[in-house]
Nanobody, 127 residues
Framework: QVQLVESGGGSVEAGGSLRLSCAAS????????MAWFRQAPGKQREGIAA???????TYTDSVKGRLTISKDNAKNTLYLEMNTLKPEDTATYYC?????????????????????WGQGTQVTVSS
């Protein structure tokens, strides 16, 4: 079955960096869009970065220029490089995959577009 396992979260000071990883298994990795979401306490889960099977990327405005999504098809792993972190980036970060649609060109940042999710990894940024 499909499994997504995030890692790489932690606590950093503002201005610091982290790299999140999401190891995927149970499906043909390179055919489907994947994305990173985050959810802060008391807030809705929001899509922050997505990548299509053709490696087209999209970002929410608040992370553009600071976060970079990428994937390694040989390792079945999705990454999120996070730089210049801010306290408002504090949240639980989730990776997700859309296995309902194949070879999507423009990946979505909508929660409803993804059908499998990881368990999440916590990122805490202190000021």
């Amino acid at each position: 079955q499909v499994q997504l396992v995030e890692s790489g979260g932690g606590s950093v000071e503002a201005g610091g960096s982290l790299r999140l990883s999401c190891a995927a298994s149970g499906y043909t990795y390179n055919k489907y869009s994947m994305a990173w979401f985050r959810q802060a306490p008391g807030k809705q889960r929001e899509g922050i970065a997505a990548i299509s099977s053709t490696e087209t990327t999209t970002y929410t405005d608040s992370v553009k220029g600071r976060l970079t999504i990428s994937k390694d098809n040989a390792k079945n792993t999705l990454y999120l490089e996070m730089n210049t972190l801010k306290p408002e980036d504090t949240a639980t970060y989730y990776c997700a995959v859309d296995t309902d649609h194949i070879w999507v060109v423009n990946p979505s940042l909508s929660v409803d577009a993804y059908n499998y999710w990881g368990q999440g990894t916590q990122v805490t940024v202190s000021s």
